[in-house]
């Protein structure tokens, strides 16, 4: 299983609010139907809270780790998606999140699947 306990954070820097973007370009899991790798590029957006209400923010090699745990899971793109919103979501208690997974083609399919959590503002509702 995914370990979400790979997952580090660290303080805020800031009271001011921003938006932290991070995008993964080597995503993998596996098929659960055919055990084939499925490959994906991850975006991870959020706006931590602030840093006097205790905000955190996820730490890059740990964020790293987790999504490899995926690497040999026999799971569907919608569970990974949903998956991964919830353990951040868990894990920083930020004041919105979103997940967009967005995978390679195979059968002549592409799909891209967004896992939002709180307000997240209209700029990041398209893709």
């Excluded at 590029?41 to 790293?64: F, I, N």
């Excluded at 353990?87 to 896992?115: C, F, H, Y």
């Amino acid at each position: 299983m995914p370990d979400a306990k790979l997952l580090e954070t660290f303080p805020a820097p800031s009271d001011t609010p921003f938006v932290i973007e991070h995008i993964s370009e080597e995503f993998t899991s596996v098929c659960p139907k055919t055990g084939h790798p499925d490959f994906a590029d991850v975006l991870l957006r959020y706006q931590p809270k602030a840093a006097k209400a205790g905000g955190t923010c996820v730490e890059l090699k740990s964020l790293k780790l987790y999504y490899q745990s995926f690497r040999n899971e026999g799971i569907f793109y919608e569970a990974v998606t949903n998956q991964i919103r919830d353990d951040l979501v868990g894990l920083m208690q930020p004041e919105w999140l979103q997940i967009v997974t967005i995978w390679k083609g195979r059968g002549g399919i592409k799909s891209n699947i967004r896992a939002d959590h709180g307000a997240v503002p209209s700029q990041y509702l398209g893709r």
